[in-house]
């Protein structure tokens, strides 16, 4: 069985170990987030693919869900102490490492698919990690401050400001020339059946997305969503601060409506939100939070379940 699951950071990572537990012979490609990319102390730093290749390979924080587990920063006391910024992101000793591989191999030529492919060599995720795309893209975001109206990185808005400051507009820069990165439409055709963990549904999912040529190819495919959302409420981080920037409220029927048809299939929402409906697609209730092994493997055994029966009717047309 070959599966495709598109992914953010820690909520993805964690459905993903638990759908490897769920079909544990599978083929898992993984394509992910490269939105949330940004440059800190001239090294090239992937927040999501390292959290999908950590978690996966045993070497996340299990506490936080992102970052390298028994981590030191000295690195890091050590450029506040010079003056270096910005100090509110904190890259430990053992993740410096990481970047400064990327950066190395990305100034030799190397093309970020294949940097990520060696990255997993040493930590041997069991999936096929791919980035959405090698071609550089930024999440920028529109605020308005005591500066005045103007752009700052995602990562500042959501670290530094902890999303704070309404966003007035999320753009992904550089998504209408970037491409799909090589193995990602491949991978997509080949598959079964495509699963779209509880990530953002704005800048985790949304931005994958926006590459072109990967949602077309998606929507030729079974694909079932799990709700990042539950009674209204984020099962984690700031999801409600994204959907209110693009006019979406924070709720499973929203997110559902804003991925819509002829993309999905089937959506998994929490019991709560079960009168969430949308004509042509399947919308079933179960349990989504993932507390421990057990319930991350249940939720996502029961997302390809659905995945499996609707890929043996008749899709979208």
């Not at 987030?33 to 959290?51: A, M, Q, S």
């Not at 019991?271 to 399947?282: L, Q, S, V, Y």
């Not at 939070?289 to 008749?314: D, G, I, S, V, Y």
């Amino acid at each position: 069985m070959r599966i495709v699951s598109l992914a953010g950071g820690v909520g993805g990572a964690r459905f993903l170990r638990g759908l490897q537990a769920a079909a544990p012979d599978a083929e898992i490609t993984v394509i992910g987030n490269t939105g949330d990319d940004i440059t800190l102390f001239g090294l090239r730093v992937c927040p999501d693919l390292d959290t999908v290749m950590y978690t996966l390979g045993g070497g996340i924080n299990e506490d936080q869900g992102w970052g390298r587990a028994a981590e030191t920063f000295t690195v890091k006391e050590e450029l506040a102490a010079y003056g270096m910024e910005p100090q509110w992101f904190g890259l430990g000793d053992r993740d410096f490492a990481t970047h400064i591989i990327r950066s190395q191999m990305l100034a030799a030529g190397y093309p970020l698919s294949q940097v990520t492919e060696a990255l997993c060599a040493r930590w041997n995720p069991g999936v096929r990690l791919l980035p959405m795309s090698d071609d550089r893209t930024e999440t920028h975001v529109v605020i308005t401050d005591d500066t005045g109206r103007h752009a700052v990185h995602f990562q500042e808005w959501w670290v530094r400001l902890r999303a704070s400051v309404p966003a007035e507009e999320i753009v992904l820069v550089g998504a209408a020339d970037a491409k799909p990165a090589p193995g990602v439409l491949d991978a997509i055709e080949a598959a079964d059946v495509v699963i779209l963990p509880p990530s953002n549904p704005v800048v985790s999912i949304g931005t994958i997305l926006q590459i072109p040529g990967i949602r077309p190819a998606l929507e030729r495919k079974p694909v079932v969503g799990v709700s990042p959302i539950i009674n209204g409420s984020p099962v984690r981080g700031m999801a409600d601060a994204c959907l209110t920037a693009i006019g979406r409220e924070t709720t499973a029927q929203s997110v559902l409506d804003l991925y819509g048809a002829p993309l999905l299939n089937g959506w998994l929402v929490a019991e709560e939100d079960a009168t969430t409906t949308h004509p042509g697609i399947t919308v079933e209730p179960h349990p989504l939070l993932m507390t421990t092994p057990e319930t991350t493997r249940t939720l996502a055994h029961a997302a390809l379940t659905l995945a499996l029966n609707l890929a043996n009717k008749p899709t979208h047309p």
